[in-house]
């Protein structure tokens, strides 16, 4: 499956932003989704996930601020981020996996985007 991510770009403290992710190449609604980011310096971390019937998972540190959904019609996951902080600047990644589960291993995703950047300014 190819992923095509945006909707990154600057944004003040506690301003909010939303990415989309759309995919090709799949029954999108067979998928598990997922956004991960990786800050500078920093390793790829776990942000957000969606399986196939729609249940989520959050890291703990974006837990109250951010929103995962799914349009399987459009074949497009969404990242509604909302009360930004300068902590959450980074690059965001989205990625699929087979399994349709929603999962924070990133082994367990096949397929990644191209990535979008997200920073946010104090």
């Known amino acids: 499956v190819q992923l095509q991510a945006s909707g990154g770009g600057l944004v003040q403290a506690g301003g909010s932003l939303r990415l989309s992710c759309a995919a090709s190449?799949?029954?999108?609604?067979?998928?598990?989704m997922a956004w991960f980011r990786q800050a500078p310096g920093k390793e790829r971390e776990f942000v957000s996930a969606i399986n196939r019937p729609g249940g989520k998972a959050y890291d703990d540190h974006v837990r109250d601020r951010f929103t995962i959904s799914r349009d399987n019609a459009k074949g497009t996951v969404y990242l509604q981020m909302n009360s930004l902080k300068p902590e959450d600047t980074a690059v965001y990644y989205c990625a699929a996996n087979p399994f349709g589960t929603a999962t924070f291993e990133q082994n367990d995703y096949n397929s990644w985007g191209q990535g979008t950047l997200v920073t946010v300014s104090s």
């Open positions: 190449g799949r029954t999108f609604s067979n998928l598990g």
